[in-house]
């Protein structure tokens, strides 16, 4: 097979395995992409983890931490991919802490309370879902395969976090207002989330079917379904233009790229100080992994 | 509060401190692996403790969150050694997950003796799970026996199992971000 | 190395490979198999197998269309239409 032939195959839907010939720059994109995805689900686990320790109830002590242990369970999925695509787990891991490596805008960003548990697990999880279901057709069939396992799991998530919200809408004063001003500083990265809007011949991810879905696509589908979910709960969305118009197409403030772009190449309020994090455990648990994983294929 | 209470209490804090302590690790663990594994370690500990503070509550009259969340500092009865804080020292925390199990297998066979069947009833269910924590420290164990830092680890902290008293800074600052969120806007429902 | 696991959703599924976990020995794949796969109750079985112990074979070879023993080696429509007719015309001649 050739680059041609090749890119005929997955835009006719043919299926990539780990072992089938794929052309260089298909395998670069793919392993940039997914390397991405598990860095990402790693240091989400960093904004979370401190409300483990500080959750108010044991229900909700344990959905938490179960929440974060599956984010790391699907790390362990996704490295593996790209392990067998090429690149080990500890060369992905060494370029995160090195600060080489992408991860998703959303966790460069501060928690500050109880309300951004609720805000994370319910909207940034909900964006992230919908990325997710569009990953579920990818071209390379070891990524659809664990796509599946991560959607499955993300779905009590999404039914946590709206539980803690609900909760929390239902309750005191004090408690809308932690819900209303994490949704304020949140509303900003989940607009970022998805990405600038790029047309679908010049999206590589679109052209080589790793995505199903365009970035303003996947926009589109979070507005329409959680903007909803929010007003109906008496909560504002901190954007006057935010409406859906006639077309039914959702319109907004068009958010600054160049933050975004700032942000994800490791210039967030908290990259630098969740890297140090990482590094330093990696650091100190080094001996661990040499004693235990030393004949690690 | 009956003798009964107390003792369940005791077990209780135990397992509620120590699931806290070993939920610290979740998402910095050395591997992605023991990183799953480990965190259902720590959130059985955290249903052990729930399960036994409702038999408690059951006979106060309250509830388990009450009693795990609302006590003071120096009403805990949990052992010293469930306390430390030993996070990121790997070896430290595998030398207290195995101690912490070889200990707590004979407390859990006597209880699953008991006359009340609430308390056997829980009790062997208890250990029905921890035959998974106890498979998982022998096999760390088994791994680590050689390494110093392990040997030096398990014994450093051997004499203090049974240690009970008052709480340690550790536990005070534990206590402190535990109840955090809770005390932000009391007897609100989370 | 590289322990790959195989599922069994239901008693009477097949099982299914699911994935791979790294571990030193069996003894931390069975701990790590059992955590990725079962944790919630999801699979009531899993096989666990050393990645190098797993033979894969994708290159079948049938350069002379062996279809004798394949459904599509039985085009029965042209046949069967002309038995049909033959009966038909028995039928007829009978009558």
Not at chain 1, 185 to 200: A, D, E, V
Request: overall charge negative; aromatic content about 10%.
């Amino acid at each position: 097979m050739n680059d041609t032939d090749f890119l005929e195959y997955v835009q006719g839907g043919g299926q990539v395995e780990t072992g089938d010939w794929m052309p260089d720059e298909y395998r670069a994109k793919l392993i940039k992409f997914i390397e991405m995805h598990g860095n990402s689900e790693l240091m989400g686990v960093l904004p979370e983890r401190e409300w483990i320790l500080r959750a108010p109830t044991l229900q909700r002590k344990l959905a938490l931490t179960a929440k974060v242990q599956d984010e790391v369970g699907h790390a362990q999925l996704i490295y593996r991919v790209v392990e067998d695509l090429g690149k080990p787990r500890e060369a992905c891991l060494e370029d995160l802490v090195a600060g080489k490596a992408k991860f998703h805008n959303v966790f460069h960003y501060p928690t500050k309370t109880w309300g951004d548990v609720g805000v994370i697990a319910w909207l940034v999880d909900a964006a992230a879902i919908i990325s997710q279901k569009a990953l579920l057709k990818c071209s390379y069939a070891p990524y659809a395969r664990i796509m599946k396992k991560i959607c499955w799991e993300e779905s009590f998530h999404i039914l946590h976090g709206r539980d803690v919200i609900l909760t929390m809408m239902n309750g005191t004063d004090e408690q809308r207002e932690l819900v209303q001003e994490a949704l304020d500083r949140w509303w900003g990265p989940l607009m970022h989330f998805h990405g600038n809007p790029i047309p679908g011949d010049e999206d590589p991810m679109l052209v080589w079917r790793i995505k199903s879905q365009g970035n303003e696509e996947a926009r589109q589908q979070f507005l329409d379904g959680y903007v909803p979910q929010i007003w109906e709960l008496g909560l504002t969305v901190p954007d006057p233009k935010l409406r859906k118009n006639d077309d039914g197409v959702w319109e907004y403030t068009e958010p600054d790229w160049d933050e975004l772009r700032e942000v994800v190449t490791g210039h967030g309020p908290k990259t630098e100080e969740r890297l140090d994090l990482r590094r330093l455990a990696r650091e100190n648990s080094a001996w661990v992994r040499a004693v235990v994983l030393a004949e690690a294929a | 509060m009956s003798e009964r209470a107390q003792l369940l209490i005791e077990i209780a804090d135990d397992e509620l401190i120590l699931g806290w302590r070993n939920s610290e690790w979740t998402g910095i663990a050395p591997f992605l692996e023991e990183d799953v594994a480990f965190s259902s370690i720590a959130q059985n500990e955290i249903g052990h403790a729930r399960a036994l503070y409702q038999l408690v509550a059951d006979e106060l009259g309250t509830t388990a969150d009450e009693l795990a969340f609302d006590r003071s500092p120096q009403e805990y009865r949990c052992s010293r050694f469930v306390q430390l804080q030993l996070v990121p020292d790997w070896a430290r925390t595998i030398a207290r997950h195995v101690l912490y199990e070889e200990a707590d297998e004979q407390r859990i066979a006597e209880l699953k003796a008991s006359d009340d069947p609430d308390v056997a009833g829980l009790a062997a269910k208890i250990d029905r799970e921890e035959v998974y924590h106890r498979l998982h420290a022998k096999m760390w164990h088994d791994r680590l026996a050689s390494e110093p830092r392990y040997v030096e680890a398990l014994d450093e902290l051997r004499p203090l199992v049974s240690e009970r008293g008052e709480p340690t800074p550790d536990f005070e600052q534990l206590w402190e971000e535990m109840a955090m969120v809770r005390r932000s806007v009391p007897g609100a429902t989370w | 190395m590289v322990y790959e696991v195989f599922r069994q959703e239901r008693k009477g599924q097949p099982f299914q490979h699911a994935g791979a976990v790294a571990a030193p020995n069996r003894e931390f794949a069975e701990a790590y198999a059992r955590e990725q796969y079962g944790r919630r109750g999801e699979s009531v079985a899993l096989w666990v197998v050393r990645r190098d112990a797993v033979v894969e074979i994708d290159d079948f070879v049938d350069e002379l269309e062996r279809n004798y023993h394949r459904v599509d080696g039985y085009p029965l429509k042209e046949k069967l239409r002309e038995a049909r007719e033959r009966a038909g015309t028995a039928a007829d001649r009978d009558r």
